[in-house]
């Protein structure tokens, strides 16, 4: 785990799905201070989606957003459905206003996720292609025991 500028611990994120899900591939690229793993799955309506599952680095948010827009933009290349969920240790509005991708894609947040710090914040969300957006409607934040953070849920 890293430490924040306020010393607080930062971790990494994971992928779970359920059941009904076929996977068809799954990718762990190199490791990076950007860790990122990815899934395949087939969505009804919808075809292959890739699910990457970030972990932003929290003292590198360029280097972050660089990342994002390198997965993005692969995605486009192949005109694939994307969708990029985690912790990316950054707010919507400074990753939004960093991507260098058009169109811009979908950002799903649901209120404060991490409660780290003295103030809560927004820095688990989902960005995805809008066509896995008019499918995927619904985010919430589920309780847990985790120490900081609340998971998000994409439905």
Known sequence: A???SEGYPSGGVGLIWPKGFTVTT???PTKTNFEHISIS???QHIGQ???TSI???CGDLMGTAKCVNSIIHKHNSLSQCCVIMGDFNQSVEDLRGELDVAPQPSFRH???TCWAGLHPSTIDYAIMSDNVASVLTSMDT???SLATHSPIQLT
């Open 26 to 28: 799954f990718a762990h």
């Open 142 to 144: 589920l309780d847990t």
């Open 49 to 51: 989606v890739e699910v």
């Open 2 to 4: 890293c430490t924040t």
């Open 55 to 57: 972990y932003g680095h």
């Open 41 to 43: 799955i087939q969505m």
């Open 110 to 112: 649901h209120g404060p």
